[in-house]
């Protein structure tokens, strides 16, 4: 079958197909509602992402829908451009076509803003285990596991295997890492601490383990080591200089040095590996482009392939090396500065120009670790405490894709402030699968002991 909005509607015009409406391709998408295009855009999700506050979903301080925006709602305005939903699965770029699972679309022009997603460095069995953060339903399966680890040792008599299931490890310091630990401290401390009748919440115990040697990697010492000190009175152990060498149902196991150390931890998050998605793959093997070691494309100075000037490659996806050297970071500002580049050179063309290479303007790089808690780096300014954390929650909200979202969010943090709530912490799902009897220890539940 092939898919309809281009040729069969407006054959003079030139087609921009952009595969996946994150934030290169939306951003891209929307710097071409006046250009002289028809523009399709296809994401196997009917929603935009913001990914940033992600965390906040796993950790049930706001909901799925106050941080994804429809993308049909997003683009309805811009009467040039199509949304379609559907999965890419191949790319054709002698017959400038790609194939989705269920039919195939003709380009002039393709823009790939396909993204990345974990990486268990040759662990693919950790995944089940250890979840990573990247789409709404990684946010409620782990919002679901720590909420249900707080049930399951409600319920649990073993004191050795109580404490298991308050202790959480998050494997990586990056800024997710530190995001999640942050909020774990919040919730340990804060949020649950009337909930529980056996238990007290503020047992909990929450582990970092970085393979670095500090937190925030890529942060400058100085601001590092005052993350490290914002995390530690919260109260969250950090591993640096660790290794994860095995995830077990009940336990992770890290070497320092010579020394292995086994954690036992019912519930374990993986905030460390990111690699491109295997569109990067596709496109190496149908149009010879080089990939990188974490699979990302090897795009020119115009963000385009080798050989393929009519195929662009932007954000997480791309590997941009012009500028610095090495390649760009693998943030939502690289990914919508190009996105708005490559709109910019598609309308150049289209009139028999070109542009300058690509330049990403560093605006600065910012990382929250909880109330009055962040760090930042803008302009060669740094700073940390609460005028970064005010910063870190200015700059969320306005990147917040919709306005209605603007608000829903700004309300649910007012009232999360003031009253140390997380109103959205529901175990959703798999909680059958996920239920303390069958992933605990024992049969006999505190319950079933005191009748
Ligand atoms: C938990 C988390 C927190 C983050 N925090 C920050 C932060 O605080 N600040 C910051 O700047 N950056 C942050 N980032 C990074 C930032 O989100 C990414 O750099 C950015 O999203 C990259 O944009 P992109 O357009 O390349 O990819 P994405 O935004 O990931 O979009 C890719 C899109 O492609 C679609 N897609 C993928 N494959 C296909 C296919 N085969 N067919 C159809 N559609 C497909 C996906 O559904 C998705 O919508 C964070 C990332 C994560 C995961």
């Not at 934030?23 to 990914?51: E, M, S």
């Not at 954690?263 to 590996?273: C, D, F, H, Q, S």
């Not at 303390?436 to 006999?444: A, L, M, N, Q, S």
Request: with cysteine.
């Amino acid at each position: 079958m092939h898919v309809r909005p281009h040729e069969a509607v407006e054959p003079v015009l030139h087609r921009v197909v952009i595969v996946g409406g994150g934030f290169g391709g939306l951003y891209a998408a929307q710097a071409l509602k006046r250009a002289p295009v028809r523009v399709t855009v296809v994401d196997r999700r009917n929603f935009h992402l913001f990914q940033p506050l992600l965390y906040q979903v796993a950790t049930g301080g706001l909901s799925p829908g106050e941080i994804a925006s429809p993308l049909r709602g997003v683009l309805n305005r811009q009467s040039n451009t199509y949304v379609l939903l559907g999965e890419v699965t191949d790319i054709d770029p002698d017959m400038r076509r790609v194939r989705l699972s269920d039919g195939t679309l003709s380009y002039d022009t393709l823009i790939l803003a396909a993204g990345g997603q974990h990486h268990y460095f040759g662990n693919p069995q950790w995944e089940a285990l250890a979840p990573g953060l990247k789409t709404i339903e990684d946010a409620t399966e782990i919002r679901g596991r720590i909420f249900l680890a707080f049930e399951a040792a409600e319920r649990e008599p073993d004191p050795a295997v109580r404490r298991a299931w308050l202790t959480f490890v998050i494997v990586g310091a990056g800024p997710t890492g530190v995001e999640l630990a942050g909020a774990l401290s919040e919730i340990a401390n804060h949020t649950l601490k009337r909930d529980f009748r056996t238990i007290d919440s503020r047992e909990a115990r929450i582990v970092v383990i970085e393979g670095a040697d500090r937190v925030l990697p890529p942060y400058t010492a100085d601001l590092s080591a005052k993350a490290a000190a914002a995390l530690e009175r919260l109260g969250v152990q950090v591993r640096t200089g660790a290794l994860v060498t095995s995830i077990e149902p009940d336990a992770v196991t890290v070497r320092v040095g010579a020394n292995d150390e086994r954690i036992p931890a019912r519930t374990v998050v993986w905030a460390a590996g990111v690699q491109a998605s295997p569109l990067g793959r596709v496109l190496a093997d149908r149009a010879g482009a080089t990939l990188d070691r974490a699979g990302r494309v090897m795009v020119e100075a115009d963000c385009s392939i080798a050989g393929h000037p009519e195929i662009f490659v932007i954000g997480d996806l791309a590997c941009f090396t012009h500028q610095t050297g090495t390649p760009l970071p693998g943030v939502a500002p690289v990914a919508m500065q190009q996105g708005r580049y490559v709109a910019r050179l598609i309308q150049q063309r289209l009139v028999g120009g070109g542009a300058a290479p690509f330049r990403y303007r560093d605006k600065g790089s910012m990382a929250v670790i909880g109330r009055h808690a962040a760090v930042a780096d803008i302009a060669g300014l740094r700073f940390n405490g609460s005028l970064a954390w005010l910063t870190w929650l200015f700059v969320h909200l306005m990147y917040l894709v919709e306005f209605d979202n603007r608000l829903l969010v700004l309300t649910e943090w007012a009232w999360n402030y003031v009253t140390w709530n997380r109103g959205a912490r529901l175990i959703t799902g798999r909680t059958k699968e996920l239920s303390p009897r069958r992933r605990g220890d024992t049969e006999k539940t505190r319950d079933s002991e005191a009748r």
